[in-house]
Nanobody, 127 residues
Framework: QVQLVESGGGLAQAGGSLRLSCAASGRTFNVYAMGWFRQAPGKEREFVAA????????YYADSVKGRFTISRDNAQNTMYLQMNSLKPEDTAVYYC????????????????????WGQGTQVTVSS
């Protein structure tokens, strides 16, 4: 079992940057592959990025590739999402998620592929 808490959301202007953090408590952090998802009002939760337990593998949604960077610090039990060149369409509640595997072989881009979720943090990008 792991508990996840996001922080770092807020208001940014288009073209600006934000860094989200996801702090984990519970078991050793590196046994979990992790991901970021987001959900805008009236839309389904969508995949943003994922990272394996050892950070050897990362994946990104096409919509954020080249702008967002996912990373983790296993010694600090924390995952990050650095968001640059923000766009108004990035506005959403961002959720961190963890799965009971250190690998990203299947379903890493689907909510069903994750076992643990944080409460979410709001990101609003103004034009």
């Amino acid at each position: 079992q792991v508990q996840l808490v996001e922080s770092g959301g807020g208001l940014a202007q288009a073209g600006g940057s934000l860094r989200l953090s996801c702090a984990a408590s519970g078991r050793t952090f590196n046994v979990y592959a992790m991901g970021w998802f987001r959900q805008a009002p009236g839309k389904e939760r969508e995949f943003v990025a994922a990272i394996s337990g050892s950070s050897s593998s990362t994946y990104y949604a096409d919509s954020v590739k080249g702008r967002f960077t996912i990373s983790r610090d296993n010694a600090q039990n924390t995952m990050y999402l650095q968001m640059n060149s923000l766009k108004p369409e990035d506005t959403a509640v961002y959720y961190c998620a963890g799965r009971d595997s250190r690998y990203l072989r299947t379903w890493y881009d689907q909510p069903r592929g994750y076992d643990y979720w944080g409460q979410g943090t709001q990101v609003t990008v103004s034009s």
